[in-house]
């Protein structure tokens, strides 16, 4: 691997698709477009076919001495002002992977490379297009309606993309004779920036729970109801998001309250009613379970205490998705062999490799993210941390193919 | 006082301008005129003169056998869809005051009955505009553009019900000889239906701070964020909120926290920006004060703890408006020998009452509210209730009266 060579493709990238307001390849878009030609044109250097598959992923590989191949890629599409990293560290790295093996000749099994279709969803509302189609888990019909800011359709604007929606999930053709799934990324979280620390490998992606809490009171005049006489939703609501936020340290998980809206949600009355946005993750199914467990009694005892009622609605949910072992073992090597520290971390954000996860042995790498703000064009890392997870992203590479070479990582039939 | 006559009037008040959807009595409205065309007809069966002042108050006296006289009234008009008591119990007891006064002959010193026009500010939103343009704290200059929904200027509206603006603190005038003021009205609170008690002497009303707490902290992934490297404004405003609560209690006022409002506001994001809204009443200027300043302290407390900054932003404040002590001994009194209890409460709503008791020795009586709720059609007092108001109410007038015949209570100049 050669990181200077990933770091050239990331800066030239963005003189092509940022500026001053950020990055601007959302998918489905001429600026996407665009960027896939600049990676089309990078693959056009090395000894491999570009072909798009039905969900609109872009693949290109180098076939191996042994069948079945390894998978490496990102996405190369961005949110709207978004920063030069996000799915490009990836994509480019993968890039970079596949061009440094096919100079060192017939690798010991295939590779090869994905752009994974619309990861951001940023168009749409749906994350994980792409990824979601080969792995078999997109709704084609949830999606077929969405409609972007103009009122296009979703089905209208993958067609002109060359994307016929009711055929996406024969994408997962494609995964007949992989091995397992390799992905570099920026953490888009301040943890590794706190500890000092260069890039981690990664355990998996967080499950999800999202709640809305509707407490319900009486509303009352503000200046007329004595406080040993009300109902107040807003207190209700204050003391559940402070257990709530016990409820994260205690099981070592996130849970966030993003926000509450109270009725009438005016200075001169206590509000009778107020929806408050529950968000709870976790790594493991068990601790999830009780963290939900956790917040719906602490929701419940604020509104007793407070004389309200409650009812906790459920929004969304996703289980925990653990990556392999075995392959976290070896990116943890990789880091350390890079210059990091011998460490893995969980991932808050969902990535293509959780779909990835669902099929195939699957890692991640994470570099730093200093200052670590997600999806802003402040978004950026030190050169120096994206050289350890860029090397570190090509030591495991290697080290994959190699061990698919010793019989293990069988092909999926 | 007969109280089954001004329960009849009440009656048939809420016939002729209010209904299923409750009373429609709002100020400077065709059924508002209507409202105020009955209440002529019952002054019209009286020796009195009915005059408007040029604030649009309504004014109708007997003289007495002594200079100067007590002023007795409330408002006609109401909110849109409010109940049949607010406001009207007060003017249809003045109402049943001078009636009852004419038919004994002439009293002791003068007794004048007053319409204050538009106290509820349901069209415009400036409340009490007939008796602060009397008492001289109106700001024409603040009101004159004001507009209601369809775009109507207040000036324009209240010259089309003879108000010429600029002319209405001249309504000042009719204090010249006023010794005191009295009214009656519902309470709109929960305090005397909670103790069982049917009405109450009012020592006041509160003074109020309303303030914006804005918390600043940082907006994060809720995913990525680790619980212990956030700057959660949601926990800081929960943390005050609560906190805020206490102050309240300890000080035997009120404190509300209406709302909050965060920034991005999303399931998915730890919000970096959180607006509070903060309403803070006591009768007392000293408790008020240090109400103010401990909630002060709990919002900067609360920031600190969570990572987070403040600025308390000012809104709007007036002092409290204590009533006189003589005449809240008189409607005590009153209350008792009406079949009440011994008690004074303070008012958290403002009335037209506190206008005057700037300029006048001012007390009011209240009714249970039963529901306690405020400005909606379901308003209610049970009628044994009302009736113990009524007659306690026509006994503090008596014994006003009275009182101001013994040389107490002297003539405004």
Redesign the interface.
């Known amino acids: 691997m050669n990181a200077d060579r990933v770091l050239a493709d990331l800066r030239e990238l963005a003189s092509l698709t940022g500026g001053p307001d950020g990055a601007r390849r959302v998918c489905w878009t001429d600026e996407w477009t665009r960027a896939r030609e600049f990676l089309r044109e990078r693959l056009a250097e090395l000894p491999v076919e570009v072909e798009v598959d039905e969900a609109g992923n872009l693949w290109a590989g180098l076939d191996g001495e042994q069948d079945g191949f390894v998978i490496v890629g990102s996405h190369i599409d961005s949110v709207p002002a978004g920063g030069w990293l996000d799915g490009a560290l990836g994509e480019l790295s993968a890039l970079e992977a596949l061009r440094s093996a096919a100079e060192r000749g017939t690798p010991p099994v295939g590779l090869r490379l994905v752009d994974w279709a619309d990861e951001e969803g940023a168009r749409f509302g749906r994350s994980l297009f792409g990824s979601s189609a080969c792995a078999g888990s997109l709704d084609v019909g949830e999606v077929r309606d969405l409609r972007d800011r103009d009122g296009e359709r979703l089905e209208d604007v993958v067609a002109r993309h060359g994307v016929e929606l009711d055929r996406a999930l024969e994408s997962r053709a494609r995964l007949r004779g992989a091995r397992a799934y390799l992905e570099v990324h920026i953490?888009?979280?301040?943890?590794l920036e706190?500890r000092g620390e260069p890039a981690a490998a990664v355990l998996g992606t967080?499950g999800?729970e999202?709640h809305l809490a509707v407490f319900t009171g009486q509303?009352?005049?503000?200046?007329?109801?004595?406080?040993?006489?009300r109902r107040?939703t807003?207190?209700a609501?204050?003391?559940a998001?402070?257990e709530i936020?016990e409820v994260?340290?205690r099981h070592d998980g996130?849970?966030?309250?993003?926000?509450?809206?109270?009725e009438?949600?005016?200075?001169?009355?206590?509000?009778g009613r107020?929806e408050m946005?529950?968000?709870q993750?976790h790594l493991d199914p068990d601790a999830l379970a009780a963290m939900l467990a956790e917040a719906r009694d602490a929701c419940e005892r604020a509104a007793a205490d407070q004389g309200c009622e409650l009812e906790l609605r459920y929004?969304w949910s996703i289980p925990p998705i653990p990556f392999d072992d075995r392959l976290i073992g070896l990116a943890r090597k990789s880091v350390m062999d890079a210059g990091g520290k011998d460490t893995a971390i969980p991932?808050?954000?969902?990535h293509d490799a959780a779909e990835m996860a669902r099929l195939l042995p699957t890692v991640m790498i994470f570099s730093s993210s200093s200052p670590?703000?997600?999806h802003t064009k402040e978004e950026d890392t030190p050169e120096a941390d994206l050289r350890v997870a860029i090397e570190a992203y090509g030591s495991t590479v290697q080290a994959t193919l190699e061990l698919a070479a010793g019989g293990e990582l069988p092909p999926r039939g």
Chains 1, 2 share one sequence.
Request: a negative charge.
């Open positions: 953490e888009q979280g301040p943890v706190s967080f999800v999202r509303t009352a005049h503000a200046g007329a109801t004595p406080m040993e006489l107040d807003f207190m609501t204050s003391q998001a402070l936020k994260g340290i996130v849970c966030t309250v993003g926000g509450a809206t109270s009438p949600g005016v200075v001169t009355a206590v509000p107020t946005l529950l968000d993750r929004l991932s808050g954000p969902l670590p703000v997600s």
